[in-house]
């Protein structure tokens, strides 16, 4: 049975850090693309960042660029979210995803439960 479980979410004030960590399990994801979404209140569920699960390119949406930062640790069977300068803005439910494709889609094969994030100005 395939899991991705996220954690790490919490409160934190505008200009704080988070980091989000997602264990994914249940599967070899060698291959796969590994990324992170949100969804504020109200909003669509937007893409944040992703990375392929053996190496390469990262890529971010543009609101997160300069501030946040995806890795992984193989080893773990870890993807991270590494959060900073963070802004009221992305205050939302942050997801992990993983997806087949070379790159990952906004219908990903597997998605985490989710963890909250709060950001209070």
């Known amino acids: 049975q395939v899991q991705l479980v996220e954690s790490g979410g919490g409160l934190v004030q505008a200009g704080g850090s988070l980091r989000l960590s997602c264990a994914a399990s249940?599967?070899?994801?060698?291959?796969?693309?590994m990324g992170w979404f949100r969804q504020a209140p109200g909003k669509e569920r937007e893409f944040v960042a992703e990375?392929?699960?053996?190496?390469?390119?990262?890529y971010y949406a543009d609101s997160v660029k300069g501030r946040f930062t995806i890795s992984r640790d193989n080893a773990k069977n870890m993807v991270y979210l590494q959060m900073n300068s963070l802004k009221s803005e992305d205050t939302a439910v942050y997801y992990c995803?993983?997806?087949?494709?070379?790159?990952?889609?906004?219908?990903?094969?597997?998605w985490g439960q989710g963890t909250q994030v709060t950001v209070s100005s």
């Open positions: 995803a993983a997806d087949h494709r070379s790159r990952i889609t906004g219908a990903p094969d597997y």
């Open positions: 249940g599967r070899t994801f060698s291959g796969y693309a």
């Open positions: 990375l392929k699960w053996s190496g390469g390119s990262t």
